[in-house]
């Protein structure tokens, strides 16, 4: 006898889980209890713990005012118990960690489902966050999604108008939409679940790049034709890793890429900048209070197209300034002295191959 599929969380009122209480994690959070749904966040820094219970705030976010229901939390069990929808939000670096803390504690919920909402792509292994959480805990596979999309949590923490994008199984998908979508946060929906998960993680390259280009002093023609070309590599990779070239025209891909190379509120362009500046990576990290994500997915973006045999010139440069001390100036000449070639025949050839746009 075929097994039923475990019933889809309730778009109201529902008991919900968010791992992770950085400031996205938190924003989230707030927004899902100001639906009405029961929510906990499991944070694993104890002082972080004890300034979001006392303060119902964080210190790197001081817009925020975390809604009076919302529980925090450093017990992991106490978290997850009886939940029906778990929010992944820890940094890239601490997914895996945190996945097999929760299946080696037997502590996934039966019959939840899961959302990630990390951007990044897990170094050496070149796994995707969703593959991470299906591999530590079997009870999730086939039954996650993803959300991503232009989405700083400094403006969705004070209600500023903000889009973003979810993927996975058709229902869950749409589900999601309902559980997430407010009058100020709205939530498309997409079946390209691979697209949409690239999207977010690759775009934090470039915001680098961008930084880079502020950091050396350069003018607005030059983040504009740096972007364009960001987005025609951004499709070339994400195709070759199974996703739709369409996707990266969309919220996950051009919408992230937009908001990450121009915002102030960017950790990844402020890091660029400083390496522009002539900084090492380790001195630019070192005046981070939030993690740059872009930093660790460089070293995957460039693994990965290594591995499809795929030339970058944006995420090669970016790459050797970060792991190789490559001097920007440098890197920007190397970028302007390649052979001319046309604008989209990369892209048009990998359509004409029958791939999938």
Known sequence: MKKKSPDLPSPENERIAVIGGGSWGATLANLLAQKGHAVSVWEFLPETVKHLRETRT?????????HPSVEVTHDLPAALREKRLVVMAVPSA???ATCRAIQEGNVFPPNAWAVSVTKGIENDSLKRMSEIIAEEIPAAKNRIA?????????EVAKSVPTAVVVAGPDRFAERVQKIFNTDTFRVYSSTDFIGVELGGAIKNIYAIATGICDGLGLGDNTKAALMTRSLNEMIRLGMACGARGLTFFGLSGMGDLIVTCGSRHSRNRFIGEKIGRGESLKQALSEMTMVAE???TAKSAYQL?????????IVNEVYRCLYED??????????LTRPVAGEMWQVENLFK???TL
């Open 353 to 355: 191959k029958g791939m």
């Open 146 to 154: 993803v959300l991503s999309g232009p989405s700083h949590a400094e």
């Open 294 to 296: 872009g930093v660790p």
């Open 326 to 335: 490559k001097p920007a100036r440098r890197a920007l000449q190397d970028l």
């Open 305 to 313: 197209a290594q591995r499809f045999h795929l030339e970058l010139p």
């Open 58 to 66: 964080l210190k790197v976010l001081p817009q925020l005012r975390l």
């Open 94 to 96: 601490h997914v895996r």
